[in-house]
């Protein structure tokens, strides 16, 4: 529900304090900032492309994640509390500290994510759809699609990100260049998703099942199975 | 701010807020019922547009709005038959496969919507039935008791629902199976069973819930929702997974909006102002959550998957 | 446990692999020339909402098929989220459209990064009346509260009680224009009150109907809106019996008996004068306005409403007084 009180209240940021004064003048009041200054624009990696500099600095972000979360004191204690806060707070380990380090972490990486969209963007300024997710396209929702379809471990979110990416931006691309409707693609990313996370446990039953069937006999494929 | 105080105006606000919260109030009720059970079920949304949309298809093609509300529920049905077997029977991640759903929803819906009907066509909508006696009630009876019949099956199934979670068998069975499936199943609860039917009867309720919202309006538009259906998980938390509590979540979010436009509509709240007044819903919820979060016990089980050890 | 999840992710490696593949081959064809001599004229419109949502992108729609001249025309709506919406114009431009339209506010700030790398391609971009300083932009915007005013003193005269109602998306763009052209010409035409709501969102159609509910409470008679989530709206005054204005293209159908008038947009007007513009070599930077006088916007009238003696003329002497100036829209 936070949501919804952040895009009004940038809203009203966007039709008050922020807005571009240029809108002022020409009296067009588009909701919008001024263009930021060049100094600004992320570089671009590949020349010809609008590759930036914002995925190398997420793929560090996901890395910096594993690091903290598996290899530091801190990150037990944070993984400790999400696997069972009774045990954690046996232990010792704050709960209400720890919960409340990983909802300032998670919402700092969500502070990079939302200046990495507006500064890397086409329109180097921050423009409002009016829709109820703001500029960001729903980004921060497919985000949380993408963590759980990488079963929550920061190293995964990385190629799960990047299928989300192309599974977004090529609903848009199909209906241009197919002319299939986007509400086509949209409903067949929700098949995708559908059949992806229903694929896990049919695919240990295949395994049992080809194992149990006797066909591939070898001791080290039903070695650590469930 | 006085115009707001007169009895016509503020009858008209509680009018406007019951209909507004009759879509949020199914929905939640259906999925608290799942929740219970140990089943999260995020695609509420998509399920709601789906059977929104064959609602209004229904009463465009046939003029009957009691056909309309049926299809609604099989929609509803089906969409649960879908997610029960990914859910129960497939043990996928739950959050996941529910978003899953819910775009595959809107997709679909928005999809049919322009390849069979195109430019949006207004059709009839759900008629006030005044109930006798209790809608003479002076004021009162007007606000409450001049309302449609879905409306009417919503707060209904609030005592409903309660009544079968805590004073029928298969409700015990509901909250056993979402609180410790281990146990459950340890004394000979199908775990898998009960699941499935308190997603039959969530989604049916989400599949209700997307009929009300399309014929109480009469129209249908691409992405009708607009996140409703997310409202309405949100609001079983608020409500503590009990009914009596999700039927004030929703009274309170309906009467903030309708409040707002109230005011809107009366100066009181300025054009200026328009946009931090948006907020007043989500923050007003937002702020009883924190005032009546006592010790909330959410069913232990929910969201995990079960297997057998 | 561990070897499951390695299974699993594992396919979403070669998924997104397949995937990132998939979409970076699937814009391989060379820009292809531009219409040849005597060859359809290639437009794309790219719009934020549905094509047939009888409003804001309908209207463009509809003024390219109303265009005298041989079109091919391809259409990407539905895109509100900017990058996509970016994502789309660049294609287009790729592909080698003569004209590509960015029918959305909103987009123009990715314009200023695209038209410079295009700049044989003209690009129009709506609603906008400032080309930013780009020579292959033009620019388009409507006067929407023209319209709004003579919708609004049409009402001052329908309306008994003297209150009438607004129900608004967004303070922004066309909306607001329409708004504040409507308020004043309502006002100027005798009405005691006009109250305007700003729901806050272009697509809650819910909430748009219960905003007119809102209006109706405070004895309004007469109501007015405008966007796509206005459809809420038209129904709770066709429901109330309460004759309803409408904006952005022609209302009618959503309610019958009830709709007194549209202000239609014809873009089609604008459009002639850019294209002519661009066949003798001037691509861009020029802002065009429709507008009563250049017959850009029209007020079309729903013959099934019966409007009392008088108020027709009335309207068109009003209309008339706009077009040569003699009436001001405040």
């Known amino acids: ?226 | ?309 | 446990m561990k070897r499951q999840w390695r299974l699993g992710p594992a396919v979403l490696v070669i998924l997104g692999a397949l995937a990132l593949v998939g979409t970076a081959c699937g814009d391989d064809d060379a820009p292809a020339s531009g219409s040849g001599e005597g060859g359809a004229l290639r437009v794309a419109i790219v719009a934020p909402s549905a094509s047939d949502d009888l409003a804001f992108s309908q209207s463009m729609v509809d003024s390219v098929h109303a265009i005298e001249r041989d079109v091919e025309l391809s259409v990407t709506d539905g895109t509100f989220i900017i990058e996509d919406a970016a994502a789309a114009i660049r294609g287009y431009a790729e592909d080698g459209n003569d004209v590509v339209i960015a029918h959305g506010t909103q987009f123009g700030a990715s314009l200023i990064e695209i038209a410079p790398a295009f700049p044989d391609v003209t690009f129009m971009w709506g609603t906008a009346s400032d080309t930013q300083g780009l020579a292959n932009v033009f620019a388009y915007s409507p006067a929407a509260d023209e319209g709004g005013y003579v919708n609004g003193s049409i009402a001052a005269a329908l309306t008994k009680t003297g209150v009438i109602g607004v129900v608004g998306p967004i303070e922004a763009g066309d909306a607001v224009a329409y708004i504040n052209g409507f308020k004043a010409g309502a006002l100027a035409g005798g009405a005691s009150e006009v109250n305007v709501t700003y729901t806050g969102s272009f697509g809650d159609v819910a909430l748009a109907a219960e905003a007119a509910e809102a209006h109706l409470a405070n004895d309004v008679d007469v109501l007015t809106g405008t966007a796509q989530m206005v459809v809420g709206a038209v129904g709770v005054a066709a429901d109330a019996g309460v004759p309803w204005f409408g904006t952005q293209a022609n209302q009618t159908s959503l309610a019958p008996s009830l709709v007194v008038a549209s202000q239609v947009y014809h873009w089609e007007v604008v459009l002639e004068e850019m294209l002519t513009l661009r066949d003798s070599g001037v691509l861009g930077g020029q802002a065009f306005e429709v507008n009563l006088a250049n017959g850009g916007l029209v007020i079309e009238f729903n013959d099934a409403y019966e409007l009392p003696a008088g108020v027709r003329d009335a309207a068109d002497a009003m209309i008339e007084g706009i077009t040569n100036g003699t009436v001001s829209t405040g």
């Open chain 2, 1 to 309: 701010m006085g115009e707001f105080f007169t009895l016509s105006v503020l009858v008209a606000t509680a009018a406007s807020a019951i209909r507004l919260a009759t879509p949020y109030l199914l929905a939640s009720l259906g999925e608290t019922v799942g929740q219970r059970s140990g089943v999260l079920n995020l695609g509420v949304d998509g399920v709601m547009l789906l059977s929104a949309f064959f609602s209004y298809w229904t009463v465009l093609e046939t003029g009957n709005l009691w056909l309309a509300v049926l299809v609604g529920l099989v929609v509803g049905l089906v969409m649960g038959l879908l997610y029960g077997v990914i859910t129960v029977f497939l043990n996928a991640t739950q959050g996941i496969s529910g978003i899953g759903i819910f775009i595959f929803g809107l997709g679909l819906s928005d999809l049919l919507f322009r390849q069979l009907v195109g430019t949006p066509k207004p059709v009839r909508r759900l008629p006030n039935v005044d109930i006798p006696l209790l809608s003479d009630i002076p004021h009162l009876g007007e606000a409450l008791f001049q309302r449609n019949l879905l409306t009417y099956l919503a707060f209904l199934l609030v005592p409903v629902t309660a009544l079968l979670l805590t004073r029928t068998t298969f409700g015990l069975n509901i909250r056993s199976v979402g609180d410790n499936p281990q146990a459950a199943d340890s004394l000979g609860v199908s775990v898998e069973r009960t699941r499935f039917v308190a997603i039959l009867i969530g989604n049916s309720m989400a599949g209700l819930a997307g009929a009300a919202l399309v014929l109480q309006l009469g129209i249908f538009q691409p992405n009708l929702t607009q996140g409703l259906g997310f409202i309405a998980v949100a609001l079983v938390y608020f409500g503590a997974w009990r009914p009596i509590g999700v039927m004030g979540g929703a009274l309170l979010y309906g009467f903030v909006n309708a409040t707002v436009l109230q005011w809107k509509a009366l100066g009181i709240i300025p054009v200026s102002g328009s946009d931090l007044a948006n907020m007043a819903p989500a923050v007003l919820t937002i702020l009883a959550l924190i005032v009546v979060a006592r010790r909330v016990h959410a069913p232990s089980a929910l969201t995990k998957p079960f297997t057998r050890h």
């Open chain 1, 1 to 226: 529900m936070l949501n919804l009180v952040m895009v009004q209240f940038m809203n009203f940021l966007l039709r008050g304090p922020l807005i571009d004064p240029f809108e002022l003048e020409a009296g067009t009041r588009i909701p919008q900032t001024q263009r930021l200054s060049d100094n600004a624009t992320l570089p671009t990696l590949l020349d010809g492309t609008r590759l930036h500099i914002g995925v190398p600095v997420a793929i560090c972000a996901a890395v910096g994640a594993y690091l903290i979360l598996w290899r530091t004191p801190t990150g037990f204690r944070l993984r400790a509390v999400g696997y069972s806060p009774e045990a954690a707070r046996a232990a010792g380990i704050s709960v209400k500290r720890n919960i409340t380090l990983a909802m300032t972490l998670s919402g700092s990486l969500g502070g990079i994510a939302g200046a990495i969209l507006v500064f890397g963007s086409e329109g180097q300024r921050m423009v409002t759809d009016g829709s109820a997710a703001g500029f960001t396209g729903s980004a921060g929702f497919n985000g949380i699609v993408a963590a759980l379809f990488g079963g929550l471990h920061p190293l995964w979110t990385i190629p799960s990100a990047m299928l989300f990416g192309a599974l977004l931006t090529g609903a848009t691309q199909l209906q241009r260049v197919l002319q299939v409707p986007a509400a086509l693609a949209v409903a067949l990313n929700g098949i995708i998703v559908i059949f992806v996370i229903s694929s896990t446990p049919v695919r240990g039953w295949l395994q049992r099942s080809l194992a149990d069937s006797g066909l591939f006999n070898r001791s080290s494929d039903t070695a650590g199975m469930d």
